[in-house]
T-cell receptor, first 114, second 112 residues
């Protein structure tokens, strides 16, 4: 079965610092990969996705992620953190058995220090 | 265009009661899914559907039923509520494979 591992349940960075949220997946075939963001008491919002093609994917709010097949990773980065980036972030992958079935990681809570 | 609409937003049930969580989307999406969110566990897939009349089980289907009689609606039924079903439930829909899901705002369910 496909799975997603997010390293670090809580990451804290200073405002203006680099944001790096780690995600590794298990898959025997090329997957679709996603990053979602959840603000308090809200649903999830799609940040970016990788399907095929360019391995560096740009999303909303200045975030980007790079698909590295050799490392089975899809880490999320942002060069300069803003206070409004404080939220929970989820990495997700489509299951091998059905590309309509998306499996989520356990999430990483991002805190921004002034 | 309302997106994905979930009702109710909050619900308290007694152990053993049954209820239906409603989910409707107006985007003509074929794919719909139900997830539950628990602290530290991310989102776990309960059931999903790839079109009207077609449903399948996800990671944690026990205690839940679904049906998909129309493209727009995908209700989730709790047959006999248990405290372990206390959670936040999210419905999501997608136009096709690989485009990502649009999520509703969630239903917070407490079973006492």
């Amino acid at each position: 079965a496909q799975s997603v591992t997010q390293l670090g349940s809580h990451v804290s960075v200073s405002e203006g610092a680099l944001v790096l949220l780690r995600c590794n997946y298990s898959s025997s075939v090329p997957p679709y990969l996603f990053w979602y963001v959840q603000y308090p008491n809200q649903g999830l919002q799609l940040l970016l996705k990788y399907t095929t093609g360019a391995t560096l994917v740009k999303g909303i709010n200045g975030f980007e992620a790079e698909f590295k097949k050799s490392e089975t990773s899809f880490h999320l980065t942002k060069p300069s953190a803003h206070m409004s980036d404080a939220a929970e972030y989820f990495c997700a992958v489509t299951a091998y058995s059905s590309a309509s079935k998306i499996i989520f990681g356990s999430g990483t809570r991002l805190s921004i220090r002034p | 265009n309302a997106g994905v609409t979930q009702t109710p937003k909050f619900q308290v049930l007694k152990t053993g009661q049954s209820m239906t969580l409603q989910c409707a989307q107006d985007m003509n999406h074929e794919y719909m899914s139900w997830y539950r969110q628990d602290p530290g566990m991310g989102l776990r897939l309960i059931h999903y559907s790839v079109g009207a009349g077609i449903t399948d089980q996800g990671e944690v289907p026990n205690g839940y039923n679904v049906s998909r009689s129309t493209t727009e609606d995908f209700p989730l039924r709790l047959l006999s509520a248990a405290p372990s079903q206390t959670s936040v439930y999210f419905c999501a829909s997608s136009l096709k494979q690989g485009v990502g899901y649009t999520f509703g705002s969630g239903t917070r369910l407490t079973v006492v």
